[in-house]
């Protein structure tokens, strides 16, 4: 069995789930905090492991990206919660790009694989995702779009980390004779 088999067993059991789920289409920007304290069951930001990241940042990056999907990473409050992700994608989606390089104790170890395994990886300060994974309660909240809907999956755990799973649509509008478009729900 291999080092971290369960856990990237779970990642893309939560992904598959996710992507099940979510009504997301191609291009749609995803973003992911994670914690690799609390997938190996200690108190966030306590127990970093960079091997642990990269196993997880791998098996959920992969099957983000065969589902055409663009993917941000939040590192964490010690670079003021800064996402990572390819620079096409920063400027396709027109975010600021600031200087920042993650390391396991400021960033932490998922965003650092992020960095070490994306195509011209860059720091940004905000994003607004069209979806979330949140992996061991990282609060990944702030960078999704404004109306958060929970994407409720079968699995969630990866390891001893709980997991949260969020989409977002566009708000409705107008009162009670307004009529909605029932695939942007």
Not at 110 to 136: C, L, R, Y
Request: proline share 4%; with cysteine.
């Amino acid at each position: 069995m291999c080092e971290f088999e369960k856990e990237t067993n779970d990642a893309r059991m939560v992904v598959s789930e996710f992507l099940t789920q979510a009504k997301l289409r191609k291009g749609n920007l995803v973003v992911i905090g994670c914690s690799t304290s609390e997938i190996a069951s200690h108190q966030i930001g306590s127990y970093s492991n960079e091997m642990l990241g990269e196993a997880v940042f791998l098996a959920i990056y992969e099957e983000l990206r065969q589902a055409g999907l663009s993917v941000a990473t939040q590192c964490c409050e010690h670079l003021n919660r800064a996402l990572i992700m390819t620079e096409a994608d920063a400027e396709r989606f027109g975010y600021e790009i600031v200087n920042v390089v993650p390391q396991p104790k400021a960033g932490g170890s998922f965003s650092t694989a992020a960095w070490k395994h994306m195509e011209n990886p860059v720091a940004v300060a905000n994003i607004q995702a069209h979806a979330g994974i949140d992996i061991g309660d990282t609060l990944i909240g702030m960078h999704l779009r404004p109306v958060a809907v929970p994407v409720r999956i079968e699995h969630p755990v990866i390891g001893g980390a709980h997991i949260v799973c969020a989409r977002t649509r566009p708000k409705f509008i107008g009162g009670e004779r307004a009529q909605y478009n029932a695939d942007l729900e």
